[in-house]
C-alpha cells in the first residue's frame, strides 16, 4: 500500500490535536500488506529488538552490523546481510541506523564506505542519539548527494523496544516522515516534532536529561534514607505512591538496584554522551544549565569508577560509597 506524500495514509489516527510544527502523537492501525525494503544498520541492544520487530511487521530488512553474532538471529528470520553501510544503502532506499556514538554515526552516514555513496538509498533515518549540531552536520552532507535525513531517536529502553511502545521522534521534511510514520509505527509512539534537521534531537535530550536527572536524585533520596535507617523498598513505595514518583523509583529501583542485578539494559557511557550532548546545547542556546551541569558530574564520576560499559544503575553505587551504605539486599 502506497500512500499520497504530504498526507496522512487512511489507517492513521491522530491521538491528540496538532499541526505541523506542533508535537502531533500519531498512532497506526497498520495495514498487513504495507512492506518496504528497508535497511538497518546497527544491531545492538536497541536496534537488535528494533530490527526485528520490522521483520515481524512484514518487512523485508537488509541488515549490516560488524559482528556476525549480531546479524545471525535477523538472518534466522529471513534478514540479507550486507558487506558494508555502502552495500546497505546500494540494496534499498531507506537506510535506517542506531548506533552508540556521534563518530560512529557521521563515519557511517557520511564517511569512507558509508551510506552517502550507496546507489538506491533515497532517505536516511537516524534512530540514535547524535544532537542536534551533528545531526544538521550530517543532513547537510546527504544533501549534497540528494538524500534525505530524517531524525529519528528513541526512549523508553531495551524493553519498549522489544514491545514496541517507544517515543519514537521525529523531524524531516513533511513528505518524507509522512511516507515512513507507518514504518517507525512498529517501534512505538510516533511523535512529529517538525521539519528543522535536529529538532526532534533536542527533543530526545531534553527527555534523557530529566531521566538521567530522575536516577541521580533519587540515588541520593534514598541513599539519604538508607543511613537514616529506612527500609529502602519501602522508601520506593512511598515515593511511588507520592509526589516524587520518577521513571527511577518507578522501574529502575524496583528491577535492577534494589534486587542489585544492575542490568536495566543501558550504559553508563550513553546516559554520559546524552546528558553532555544536552548540556552543550544549553550552552549553545544560552539558556540557564546549572542543574544540568550538577547531573552532568555525576554522570562523569560514575564513568570514570564503573566503566562506561556498566549498566548506568551503577551510579547508586558511585552514592553509596560516598554515603557508606547499601541500597538494597546485597549480592
Known sequence: ????????????????????????????????????????IGLGNMGQPMARRLVEAGHKLVVYDTRNDATAPLVALGAQVASSPQDVADRVETVMASLPSLQISEKVATGEGGVIHGKRVKRFIDLSTTGSRVAAKIAASLAKKNIVQIDSPVSGGVGGANKGTLAVMVSGPKSEVELVKE??????????????PGMAQTMKLANNFLSATAMAATSEAVAMGVKAGLDPAVMIDVI??????????????PQAILPRTFNYGFATALMLKDVRLCFEEAKNLNVPNSVMGAVLDQWETTNAEYGGDSDFTAIVKMIEKRAGVTVGKKS
Do not use: Q, Y
Open 1 to 40: 500500500m502506497l500512500f499520497a506524500l504530504g498526507c496522512l495514509p487512511r489507517n492513521a489516527r491522530v491521538t491528540k490535536p496538532g499541526t505541523w510544527g506542533k508535537v502531533a502523537a500519531l498512532s497506526f492501525h497498520r495495514s498487513k500488506d504495507f512492506h518496504m525494503d528497508i535497511g538497518f
Open 183 to 196: 514504518v517507525l509505527a512498529v517501534f512505538g509512539k510516533v511523535f512529529v516534532i517538525g521539519e528543522k
Open 240 to 253: 511511588n505512591a507520592g509526589s516524587g514518583r520518577t521513571t527511577a523509583s518507578d522501574g529502575k529501583f
